[in-house]
């Protein structure tokens, strides 16, 4: 089915934030688009606010008439949707085209030049700091993205004269096998979803294949020391990017009075004083991955460097600050998605290094039970770096209980003497009678609905 000939679109999973860009797209187009979610969200309520209908009843009952007809309805699902839903049972047993959002990402990749940004960490900052930099830029671009700009307060960026797509290419379940990238940037390659790929072998085979999929011509950058051995077709050019080495890199990196300024370095050349609007360490590395991605494009000069990186917003709950008290005792609430155990240390590496000598507390919400099980040691181990630990209980999404699961597991091993487990819905009290200092709250899961109650005690 081509894109022209849809006129409806039916969304199961509406309310996960990479289909409700799509959502948005093909609304820009258009096209009348309905979908069906669990629960209601902030999300959800925005985009029927928007004009998209949407139920959380998976019976047919629930899906509008005008979305009944299999020829010119195109049905994107999530993987994360059970495979018995109702409704999505319905459309595949009745002549719907029926498609995962990743499938929907990849034509739009192979009509459109792709700039697809992948690894087991740092692909919503990097994609964001990419589209930002683009948009800031006379050329524009379109952009999906997994997670909400501020400053845009969308994940969906539109031009209808850009010839380049940014996308979030994502490994879980494979989805970015359907894309067709022209510029293709690998983060990281830490072992993640086990539940979906068993080994580290067949983590790495996955990102191997995605490299092929790089169109010739086009361009691969990839992260310095990782184990991938890539395969891109003849005709692909293959770069390297990190903070200290690598073709595209930093140097002169100045830290301090909460700024972090840096030299950008290309093959042939530099551009210099590059300040970050989101002052973490680790966007060091994510600024240098999402500038050599624009330098490739040809459309990188060091004004529109210095001016994008220096007004890039941050993402909604990717290092997000929620509460930054006046003074140097003034307490500080930081919001961070991270959901590895590689992430979560950095996550918390970062915090230390904007705060030295502070108290820092981290209050972690494990999400999946599978994700649990498999790196219980490692996040142990990074908790353990945080003077004051609150652990929540594991935040299901997709998945259901597994027998011995839970997250005292984790509890058990983490070094740090003051520790505590607790139930989400104890957060805001456990939090304000331990009177904190720097908090660092850490999940994929809902405990960020939890910090705007905490961070309104304060102001």
């Not at 609304?27 to 009348?32: F, Q």
């Not at 925005?46 to 139920?55: D, R």
């Not at 952009?143 to 845009?152: D, M, N, P, T, V």
């Not at 240098?288 to 040809?298: F, K, P």
Request: charged share 20%; glycine share 8%.
């Amino acid at each position: 089915m081509e894109i022209k000939d849809i006129t409806h679109v039916y969304f199961v999973g509406a309310g996960g934030i990479g289909m409700a860009a799509l959502e948005r797209y093909f609304l820009s187009l258009g096209k009348k688009v309905a979908g069906y979610d669990r629960t209601p969200s902030p999300l959800t309520r925005e985009l029927e606010a928007e004009g998209i209908a949407i139920s959380y009843d998976d019976s047919m009952d629930a899906v509008p008439e005008e979305f009944r007809n299999p020829a010119s309805t195109l049905v994107v699902y999530t993987p994360a949707v059970p495979a018995e839903n109702i409704a999505l049972t319905y459309f595949r047993d009745n002549g719907f085209e029926v498609r995962k959002r990743s499938y929907v990402l990849g034509a739009i990749t192979r009509n459109s030049k792709g700039i697809c940004f992948s690894g087991t960490h740092g692909k919503t900052t990097t994609s964001s700091m990419c589209a930002h930099i683009l948009h800031s830029g006379p050329v524009g671009c379109n952009a999906f993205l997994g997670g909400i700009l501020l400053g845009y307060n969308s994940n969906l960026m539109l031009s209808s004269t850009s010839p380049y797509s940014v996308i979030e290419a994502d490994e879980y379940d494979r989805s970015f096998h359907t894309l067709s990238p022209y510029i293709a940037i690998i983060n990281a390659t830490d072992p993640d979803h086990l539940d979906i790929y068993g080994t580290e072998e067949a983590y790495l085979e996955s990102f191997a294949h995605f490299t092929e999929l790089i169109r010739p011509g086009g361009f691969l950058i990839q992260h310095t020391g990782m184990k991938l051995k890539p395969r891109p077709a003849e005709g692909v050019t293959t770069y390297t990017f990190s903070r200290h080495e690598g073709d595209f890199h930093a140097e002169n990196i100045r830290m301090g009075n909460g700024e972090i300024v840096f030299d950008f370095v290309f093959p042939g050349g530099r551009y210099t004083d590059i300040s970050l609007g989101v002052p973490v360490e680790i966007n060091i590395d994510n600024a240098i991955a999402s500038l050599a991605a624009v330098w490739l494009t040809g459309t990188l000069t060091e004004e529109l460097a210095r001016k994008a990186m220096a007004s890039y917003p941050g993402v909604e709950r990717r290092f997000q600050f929620h509460l930054r008290q006046p003074g140097p005792e003034g307490k500080v609430v930081i919001d961070d998605y991270a959901h590895h155990p590689d992430e979560l240390r950095s996550s918390i590496a970062s915090v230390r290094a904007l705060y030295p000598g502070r108290k820092l507390t981290v209050a972690f919400q494990p999400h999946l039970y599978s994700r649990t099980r498999d790196f219980a040691p490692e996040f142990a181990e990074a908790l353990s770096a945080a003077d004051s630990v609150v652990l929540i209980d594991i935040y299901p999404a997709r998945e259901l209980p597994i027998p011995g699961i839970s997250s005292k597991i984790i509890f058990d091993k983490v070094k740090t003497a003051d520790k505590t487990m607790i139930s989400k819905e104890n957060f805001v009290d456990t939090i304000k009678k331990r009177n904190f200092e720097i908090l660092l709250t850490v999940g994929a899961g809902d405990l960020n609905l939890y910090v705007p109650e905490l961070c309104s005690l304060y102001k």
